[in-house]
């Protein structure tokens, strides 16, 4: 199990040595690393002192002011915007299907792009949103992208849309999503300070149907990364990009 590589490749060709299967919860794209301001979408077209300055205004969540800098910089920028950032997300892309092994689960996280995610997936891998799959026996369901923020990230949705896949899924052994239930203790981030958006929808559906794990990323330092709700053993797999190791789940 894998979630939010941010552009680490290198250490996903290997995620899946001696398993079964990969599952992947989401966030391939790197837009900005927020540990190394080098790194990233943003300071390829921007330099790494705009995103110095991007990420100060984050971090104090001056949302407003932050938006403004982008506007002002991409006004500096010769092209289309879009064109210049769906470029860029399909380096990325390429590099990030190609190592995902045979077979690989995948949903996709609040940063992905789902419209440009069938070009790139190989025969072996089956991507999932809203959708069940067996596994070894066990029925897996999979809820792909985040709520909507003022980060406004490319796949936001509404908590209404939201919960109509997790409805969808039903009862499962395990309910693969990319960000994690309502409870404050897994989406608050300790090195950001800030709580980030969980669902409470999906909270409500591991109460009512108890599936054996939930399992999640979306928070990348969270306060706790694993805990039980009623029968349910919720974990964040863990920020794959900081740590270039997957969380094995065995049964």
């Keep these: 199990m894998v979630s939010d590589v941010h552009g680490n490749a290198r250490d996903l060709a290997g995620a899946g040595a001696g398993a079964d299967a990969l599952i992947c919860l989401g966030d391939l794209v790197l837009f900005l690393d927020y540990a190394d301001h080098a790194r990233g979408i943003f300071p390829e077209l921007f330099g790494e002192a705009n995103a110095d300055r991007l990420v100060e205004l984050r971090t104090a969540r001056r949302f407003e ?3 403004e800098l982008g506007a002002s910089l991409w006004s500096t920028v010769g092209g289309d915007r879009t064109a210049l950032i769906e470029k860029a997300v399909r380096k990325q892309y390429a590099e990030m299907f190609a190592a995902f092994p045979t077979p690989t689960y995948a949903t996709y996280g609040n940063v992905d792009m789902p419209t440009l995610w069938p070009e790139y997936a190989e025969p072996g891998t089956t991507v999932l949103d809203g959708e069940r799959v067996e596994i070894g026996g066990w ?3 999979f809820v792909g ?4 923020t003022p980060m406004r990230t490319p796949y936001e949705i509404s908590d209404e849309e939201y ?9 499962v052994d395990v309910l693969c999503t990319h960000i994690p239930p309502e409870v404050p203790e897994l989406v608050y981030d300790t090195v950001a300070r800030r709580f980030e958006r969980g669902s409470r929808a999906l909270l ?8 054996r794990y939930s399992l999640f990323g979306h928070v990348h330092q969270p306060l706790v990364r694993r805990m039980r709700i009623g029968a349910t053993e919720c974990v964040n797999v863990g920020h794959f990009a900081g740590s270039g190791k997957p969380w094995a789940l065995e049964w």
């Design 145 to 148: 992208g985040g709520l909507r």
């Design 204 to 211: 409500d559906a591991i109460r009512r149907t108890r599936p």
């Design 163 to 171: 919960a109509a896949k997790i409805e969808a899924v039903g009862e």
């Design 65 to 67: 002011e932050a938006r």
């Design 139 to 141: 029925t897996f369901g």
